[in-house]
């Protein structure tokens, strides 16, 4: 048989045609993720500002504890005027005695995006909390749904042996998911070891996908990421100073003199909350509420750090710079260009 450089004419033919990619889909949201404190939400206003006489924005709020009404200082909520300026979404929509979970989230955001496209302007999705991005962006897992007999014995093991051993469990099991979590956080390190008894699986290999970019590959990630961890240390330990200032406590002592609300409440679990909880509980001094919550604070942006660095796909921006905010938005025209 005929052969054209070691190669047979169909693959010739192949070799001097590379294949053609398929198009990507066109960009129907921009997200915004960066941990806390990082500049979030004065970016998005900027954002905002900055397409508006292109179509406009609309904000959709990518934040467990934004969800939640009454809780509106220790979660930074953007203020009235900040809120009337542009339209947002997925924010007041929960009581702090009910969860919000992921799945509810992607459903509503899903909606959102599709009704915001439908009005012609474009959703920016804003926010911290990382599980969401990921299950939004890169699907939900199969998870084994909670088992009631796994969680009761779960339960029991830590009122007998306490939390301290149930994590330590968790890092011998499953150390990529340990490092991800507060060792104070009750639900998510007992859902963690319900997951791995139900199917001898680390529940870190529910949530790690293959593919890059994701299945929303349409939906393009900038994230606010500091290069000098002290500049984000600094506006920590500021943003619980004016927090404390604005009234905090006064709101954390309004909730708990509702009577129906607990401490091991994931609302009540938000970081800030359970310090301020713990704090009225054992009468600690202010002082030691402060120094616990900006610690707890520091770690919860590394984990949210560290969750970022998981998504390779996303496009980073240095938030510790003076050029953060007018490269973000030479970047989203850059991603939302057709």
Known sequence: MHRTAGLDLGEAFTASRPLKKPPLKPPVA???????????????????EHWQHQGGIEIISVDSALVYRGMDIGTAKPSGVELASVPHH????????????????????EQLILAIGARGRMPLLVGGTMLYFKALLEGLSDMPPSNPLVRATLHEE??????????ARLCAVDPVTATRLAPAD???????????????????????????PGPRADI?????????????????????????????????????ARGDLRSDLPSMRCVGYRQAWEAMDKDWPLSE???????????????????????????????DQAHALAQTIALSQQLLSP
């Open 30 to 48: 921009l997200a915004l993720a960066g941990p806390t404190a990082s500049g979030k939400t004065a970016t998005a206003l900027a954002l905002a």
């Open 90 to 109: 997925l924010i007041d929509i929960r009581d702090p005695l009910n969860a919000f979970s992921a799945a509810e989230f992607v459903r509503n955001a």
């Open 158 to 167: 830590l009122n007998a042996l306490g939390l301290a051993a149930l994590y």
């Open 186 to 212: 009750t639900q998510r390190i007992v859902r963690a070891l319900e997951v791995w008894q139900l199917t001898g699986k680390p529940i870190s290999s529910f949530q790690t996908r293959d593919a890059s």
């Open 220 to 256: 393009p990630l900038i994230s606010l990421e500091p290069q000098d961890r002290a500049w984000l240390h600094e506006r920590i330990a500021l943003r619980f100073d004016q927090m404390l200032g604005a009234g905090f406590l006064e709101e954390v002592k309004a909730l708990r």
């Open 289 to 319: 509420l402060r120094d616990k919550g900006i610690f707890a604070t520091r770690q919860l942006a590394k984990r949210q750090i560290t969750w970022l660095r998981s998504m390779p796909s996303r496009h980073v921006v240095a938030a």
